[in-house]
């Protein structure tokens, strides 16, 4: 098939995608998978911005870091570092997993699977029919026989601050696309995108300050925040907690940018790079023709079908849900809407219960999140204080990651923290928590535990290998059985 029409005649296709990204493409294949013709529209490059301005550039420059980082912690190995990470190797890297922002790769395998890829703005234009208006003018018509896929994401949020717009001030973009470290950087923003970007900057060469307004990584448990913090502040970045911005000022365009904080005192800056929450990309796509709020977040059901439109076609995918902003949840939920977009397009039953084929039940319950910072914070499920909140009764089981002995081993004098959090009732786990070095690669572990229910007593008979850092479940698990053995004290 080819990669696009020209004629501006209406083309019939049972699905319609708008959006290209990892989830785009998701939904796209098991559309596909499910014998479905499918159409992709994507108004940059396909691939999205997980490609080529948020999750794979950041991981390929964070890497560098956090394996410097990971060598000092180390006897023998420490000694070796002896110089700066070399900044043009870095970038290179980072241009080589981006593919340099060509996206020909990503295209041949949309058509590779058997779906036509139209490239422009699409925009739906009332029910089931989308519009396709390229660069040069050119305007396709596409209609649905089944579904439309809405998998557009979400951009960055700007605060509305003085001289906001005289500062040009980064995104998260700028952050993993540029190839030159500024002396001075100013995070702002305590979130996700906030830590790592500062992480990496620092590593490589900037000096660095963190504005954030409250404690860093606030979704995470805060002992993760703390410790995020900690390791910040000894890599020699500059944490701020409890400060925000209230106004800029760069009257040179060349020169540096000032920041004025809410305590009173300012900061200057090379570049200042805001990580202040995001937005979803539904301001532009004819979300008015079909009773919708243009640029609104979109709510779903449980197999991503959108609620407040009549008939049962279209689907929201990824950011645009607001469920859980990270390209893997995306994916799943791509996974789950194309089986059931098969499911109801064939006539069959769906499989819509809890933990069913088609059903994003992990959403609520089992999100797993990796901020790649040093040390690692690595998060599922829920937090004592949401678990709390939802009326569960629960208990915290902590530990630090160093009762472990290939803890130890993985890095001399290791410093990190684990939380339990146990369902009293059930007795499974309803979230975990890691924060310490390689803790990413415990997560899935995590992820499984809780996703799957596995009760505290089947767990158990899961051998952690000696001596890895993951033998932490050991210690973990045995210390919620000497919690279950031990009698409840009478109170007075």
């Not at 992990?362 to 499920?381: C, I, K, N, R």
């Not at 390689?438 to 009760?455: F, K, N, R, W």
Request: charge should be negative; hydrophobic fraction near 40%; include cysteine.
């Amino acid at each position: 098939m080819s990669e696009s029409h020209t004629t501006e005649e209406t083309v019939a296709y049972d699905v319609i995608v708008l959006g290209a990204g990892p989830v785009g493409q998701n939904v796209a294949d098991r559309a596909r998978a499910a014998g479905l013709s499918v159409a992709v529209v994507e108004r940059e490059l396909v691939g999205g911005e997980c490609s080529y301005w948020a999750c794979v550039p950041s991981k390929a420059l964070l890497r560098p870091v956090i394996a410097v980082a990971d060598a000092r912690r180390v006897d023998g190995a420490r000694q070796a570092v002896t110089g700066p990470l070399d900044t043009e190797g870095v970038f290179a890297r980072r241009n080589r997993y981006v593919t340099d922002w060509d996206d020909s790769g990503q295209a041949r395998w949309v058509k590779s699977i058997g779906a036509d890829l139209f490239r422009g703005q699409g925009r739906l234009d009332g029910a089931r029919r989308i519009t396709v208006t390229r660069d040069d003018g050119v305007r396709h018509v596409l209609t649905a026989r089944h579904a439309v896929a809405v998998a557009t994401g979400s951009r960055p949020v700007l605060p509305a601050l003085p001289g906001i717009q005289e500062a040009r001030p980064w995104t998260n973009r700028n952050g993993t696309d540029s190839s030159r470290a500024p002396a001075r950087l100013a995070v702002v923003g305590g979130g996700g995108v906030g830590v790592e970007m500062a992480t990496l900057w620092q590593g490589l060469g900037s000096k660095v300050t963190l504005l954030a307004r409250h404690r860093l990584l606030p979704r995470m448990e805060s002992f993760a925040g703390e410790l995020v913090a900690q390791g910040l502040r000894e890599a020699g970045v500059d944490v701020r907690i409890g400060v925000q911005a209230t106004a800029l000022r760069r009257p040179d365009a060349a020169g540096p940018v000032t920041i004025t904080l809410d305590d009173g005192r300012e900061l200057e800056a090379d570049e200042v790079l805001f990580a202040t929450g995001r937005t979803p990309a539904t301001a532009d796509i004819g979300l008015e023709t079909v009773g919708l709020t243009p640029g609104s977040w979109l709510d779903v059901d449980t197999t991503c079908l959108v609620q407040g439109v009549d008939g049962e076609w279209l689907y929201a995918l990824g950011d645009v849900n607001h469920r859980a902003l990270l390209t893997h949840q995306g994916k799943y939920q791509a996974r789950t809407a194309g089986d059931a977009i098969g499911a109801r397009a064939a006539g069959r039953p769906l499989d819509d219960d809890a933990w069913g084929d088609h059903a994003t039940t992990a959403d609520q319950h089992a999100v797993p999140q990796v901020f790649f910072t040093t040390p690692e914070a690595a998060a599922v499920g829920l937090t004592a204080e949401q678990a709390t909140a939802a009326g569960r009764r629960i208990k915290t089981v902590d530990l630090d990651i160093n009762a472990a002995q290939g803890a130890n081993l993985y890095a001399d004098d290791y410093q990190g923290h684990a939380r339990l959090i146990v369902d009293l009732d059930r007795e499974v786990l309803l979230g975990v928590t890691f924060v310490g070095p390689g803790v990413s690669e415990l997560l899935h572990s995590a992820t499984i535990a809780v996703a799957g229910e596995v009760p505290l007593k089947r767990l158990r008979h899961a051998i952690a290998p000696f001596p890895t850092v993951s033998e932490i479940w050991l210690f973990l698990l045995a210390a919620c059985q000497r919690d279950r053995e031990t009698p409840p004290t009478a109170s007075a």
